[in-house]
């Protein structure tokens, strides 16, 4: 802690011989002789990322504040910068540290140099685990079902604009708290990639090559990912300790017994969540399924050669009004008995039975089962049977020696 009124400052000039790009609140332009034509005031370091193996890693150096010393923050998934993605990864401090801490090293070793490394401190930690569903279109119907749901001091956020995500609690000063179907997120993150790579950046083809692996893409689609960002606050809550190499030694005493202390940080952020859900119930069909089977069944080539859909569609439309409405009253909705009969026996021809299609009674009424039914968390296959834990990087490594209880860096 700094003294009261004592406030620290980085060399800024210094940092820029070693490599860091910055930039100037205040330019002012001066008209007199024999002097330079600009001044230049209050040199800062913007946000920018680092380079690492596969994505980047956000970057900035803070001057000192009364209440805060200057310091480097560096944010990144580290599963991203270790494996190209994260749709499943380790659980390690240790792991995910070393290495944002070795992007760092390589990418600017001069400036590396003036950092107190053995102090660094943990301020965030993101703990994600992952609940499969059955399909796209059911991870789209249980985010629509969570925004109404609020338990505690955890709310939904006011704006949830988003068709595949939830925010709770956002820009909380404990923890932030968020649901999505990541594998929405992986599609579109990897049509961002493949759209810079045609206009011309080629800095990210590694990454658009792991993305692109079926078996990668295979595993993220119909997850619902849980997601609790803990802050500062809430790891002192749980008496994680702030100075990283304590921490790192915290988790390894904690999961002496086989605990998993990512594991148990998620399930006290969304405990209040799971408490809400008890109860809950909500409607499931599988619509895209049921879609998928009519296609497959009902297609047309054009004189074009294309393939047209617009008949499985048409009876996609009827099935889906059986749903919401119910037999009777779509029945009743026909003035031909003759056409609704005839909608009737497409969908009977692809396996549905008459006496389930006239048991729907539309209105919300059918296929109700409890939401956390839906919502279920198998935290023993949250990564593929074959994964192997990634080792720590070769060129920064933290280990403790004994009862003294500092950080040492390992060089090549």
């Known amino acids: 802690a700094l ?70 923050e560096l944010k990144a998934s580290p599963a991203k910068i270790i494996q190209g993605h994260n749709v499943y990864g380790s659980t390690s401090i240790h792991l995910g540290s070393s290495e944002m801490i070795a992007a760092l090293y390589h990418v600017l070793p001069e400036f590396y140099e003036m950092l107190d490394v ?3 401190l943990l301020d965030l930690i993101d703990c994600t685990f992952s609940a ?46 968020k649901a999505y179907g990541k594998g929405f997120e992986f599609q579109r993150q990897l049509a961002d990639l493949r759209a810079k790579k045609e206009q011309g950046c080629n800095s990210y083809d590694h990454v658009i090559e792991v993305m692109s692996c079926p078996h990668l893409q295979n ?123 005839r909608q009737l ?3 009977l021809d692809v396996g549905f039975s008459k006496a389930q299609l006239q048991q729907l009674k539309g209105k919300g009424m059918d296929n109700v089962i409890p939401l956390l039914q839906v919502i279920e968390i198998d935290f023993s296959a949250q990564r593929p049977s074959n994964w192997v834990e990634p080792k720590t990087s070769p060129i920064v490594d933290f280990y403790l020696t004994g009862e003294t209880n500092i950080v040492h860096l390992k060089r090549a």
């Not at 790009?21 to 920018?48: Q, S």
């Not at 925004?147 to 704006?159: C, D, E, L």
């Open 219 to 341: 595993f993220a689609q119909n997850l619902l990912r849980l997601e609790a960002g803990a802050k500062r606050r809430y790891l002192d809550e749980l008496s994680i300790p702030k100075k990283l190499v304590d921490a790192i030694k915290f988790q390894t005493e904690y999961e002496k017994n086989g605990n998993c202390l990512i594991t148990d940080i998620w399930k006290r952020a969304f405990n209040p969540l799971l408490e809400a859900l008890k109860g809950q119930k909500m409607n499931i069909f599988n619509d895209d399924e049921v879609h998928t089977q009519l296609k497959t069944a009902y297609f047309t080539i054009t004189p074009k050669g294309n393939i047209s859909y617009s008949k499985a569609d048409r009876v996609f439309r009827f099935y889906r009004s059986l749903i919401s409405d119910g037999y009777n009253a779509v029945k009743d909705s026909f003035s031909s008995r003759a056409t609704f009969y």
């Open 132 to 177: 499969r569903l059955k399909n796209q279109n059911q991870v789209k119907q249980v985010i629509e079902q969570l925004k109404n749901i609020s338990n505690k001091q955890m709310r939904t956020a006011v704006r949830n604009e988003h068709e595949t995500t939830c925010y709770f609690s956002r820009n909380s000063r404990h923890v932030d708290r």
């Open 3 to 72: 003294s009261s009124g004592s406030v620290e400052y980085v060399d800024i000039e210094e940092c820029a011989k070693r490599g860091i790009r910055l930039e100037a609140k205040n330019v002012t332009f001066n008209t007199a002789e024999h002097i330079n034509k600009y001044d230049i005031n209050d040199l800062r370091h913007p946000y920018e990322t680092l380079p690492t193996s596969y994505t980047g890693m956000a970057f900035k150096i803070f001057q000192g504040t009364p209440n805060r010393a200057p310091c480097v």
């Open 345 to 347: 026996t497409l969908l």
């Open 118 to 120: 053995e102090n660094t």
